[in-house]
């Protein structure tokens, strides 16, 4: 049975404040960078949920959801998840990546030391649900990907226009993030995001977008 509707309320704007309204986002959202050198200094707990809101509030397939925000600020639990984190970090960097992707991560300067979980004030651990078990039935998630893709980009975005900074750290495999966590088995790890205000001697490498022509095409 379809659903009740409701009058889709969004305010109309002009055409000049429209462009103006999205010319500040750009300018803003340009200076967003993954940054891996925070500053101990707390973040409230009200200010973290409100911007795992505004990632809960991504659309998804059959308004399914299938994502879960797991925040931690504690220090034993974040220290868990570094150490397990850098046990496979060091796999990674020292057996499991090819010389081409050891190629392109050269320049960033990233190796298997990964302090920051334990010094960003919160990490934000997003899962991925790929189904869910009701009154004993099983019911898929369409879309699971693509879904957690959007709420991640928003919670992202929502931190950034916040003034809190982030990284997006996927240490690969993940599986020790969901034992750590306690996590069923239907939620798989996606995304591991430290979130706090960037330490005073932060610096992040100098890096460019591609032209925006090489990305965007029109009616071919």
Known sequence: ?????????????GDSEMLARAKAML???????SCRMFSA????????ETLAAVGHSAPSGANRQPWRFVAVNDPAIK??????AEE???ENYGHRFPPDWLDALEPLGTDAN???????????V??????????????????????IGIAAGMFLAACHQAGLATLTHTPSPMKFLREILHRPVNEKPYLVVPVGHPAKSAT?????KKPLGDVLFWNV
């Open 1 to 13: 049975m379809p659903l009740p509707q409701i009058p889709y309320s969004l305010e109309r704007r």
């Open 27 to 33: 300018a803003q959202m340009r200076t967003r960078r």
């Open 41 to 48: 200094e707390p973040v409230s707990r009200e200010l973290i």
């Open 79 to 84: 220290h868990r998840i570094r150490m397990a």
């Open 88 to 90: 496979e970090e060091r």
């Open 114 to 124: 990964k302090e920051f979980l334990d010094i960003a004030p919160w990490l934000v």
């Open 126 to 147: 997003m899962f991925r649900v790929d189904w869910e078990e009701i009154d004993g039935k099983r019911f898929q998630n369409y879309y699971p990907a693509e879904s």
């Open 204 to 208: 992040v490498p100098m890096i460019s």
